[in-house]
């Protein structure tokens, strides 16, 4: 089989943009990277921008201009970082729709797996995480796994324990809906049946994110009825029967054996 081997340019920044469904036969591009994510990618070009000419920015000529293909994010970065040209290794101008599309996606695919135990063994996790890489906690993907063996609706909540301080937040650092948001616009402007709008509206909600810390501080600096509320959707747990009888935590009968107890009896 005879390899193609692509040209190698560096080009500027303002002859590039990203792909917005303007090649014809090419959706617009389904990869996106946020907040913590996107900011570990920028420290890592900035410290390291040597790596950009070992992982080129994939470019299709369009006109005037080059669309991304593959490497958005890693522009976007450079972009903020003032960069004032990218290497990027050009497609042919002959690639079809279809090619396009097939490498669109399979740039973003990672076939291979991490060696957990190794890396945990001989590498240094601070570091890890610094240079982009996503550590599991083994011990919390366990017991959400073990939970949802046993129930595949689960009502696990993760809630971390905090001490409050006497202070009231506002309610907009309480929660991050940026995400959901996002969402919520995407399902009203699609052509999708009502029913599955309400049900990827309520999966949507999925991407909002707590700040348990300050809704710590909101719960002990609130009256009684917005205290009872926030018990109630598991914001806080003060009560750990209470809890059980909820449904959000759920002790296992293994567990309960080992204490010599039957499920749900009292000491």
Not at 123 to 136: A, F, H, I, Q, R
Request: hydrophobic residues 35%.
């Amino acid at each position: 089989m005879k390899i193609e081997i692509l040209k190698s340019q560096n080009i500027e920044l303002s002859k590039l943009e990203v792909n917005k469904g303007q090649i014809e036969g090419l959706p617009k591009n389904p990869r996106t990277i946020r907040n913590e994510k996107y900011e570990k990618l920028k420290k890592s070009i900035e410290d390291n921008p040597e790596m950009l000419g070992m992982r080129e920015v994939l470019v299709f000529p369009h006109g005037s201009k080059y669309v991304i293909i593959g490497g958005n994010m890693r522009f976007q970065a450079c972009k903020e970082l003032q960069f004032e040209t990218v290497p990027c290794k050009i497609l042919n101008k002959d690639t079809t729709a279809e090619q396009l599309r097939a490498i669109t996606i399979k740039d973003n695919v990672g076939f291979g797996e991490h060696d957990w135990e190794l890396l945990a063994n001989e590498w240094d996790s601070v570091e890890l995480e610094e240079w982009g890489l996503e550590v599991p906690n083994f011990e919390t993907e366990d017991t959400i796994l073990e939970a949802e063996d046993d129930d595949k609706y689960t009502k696990k909540v993760d809630t971390p324990v905090y001490e409050p301080k006497n202070e009231k937040p506002e309610i907009s650092v309480l929660y991050n809906a940026d995400r959901y948001k996002e969402l919520i616009q995407e399902i009203e402007n699609s052509t999708a049946p009502e029913d599955v709008k309400t049900m990827l509206k309520v999966a949507a909600s999925r991407h909002i994110v707590f700040n348990y810390e300050n809704m710590a501080d909101f719960y002990a600096n609130s009256e009684k009825e917005v205290q009872t509320l926030m018990e109630n959707s598991a914001l806080v747990i003060i009560d750990f029967n209470r809890a059980i009888e909820l449904g959000y935590v759920k002790l296992r009968e293994e567990i309960a054996a080992q204490y010599g107890q039957d499920y749900g009896d009292e000491e």
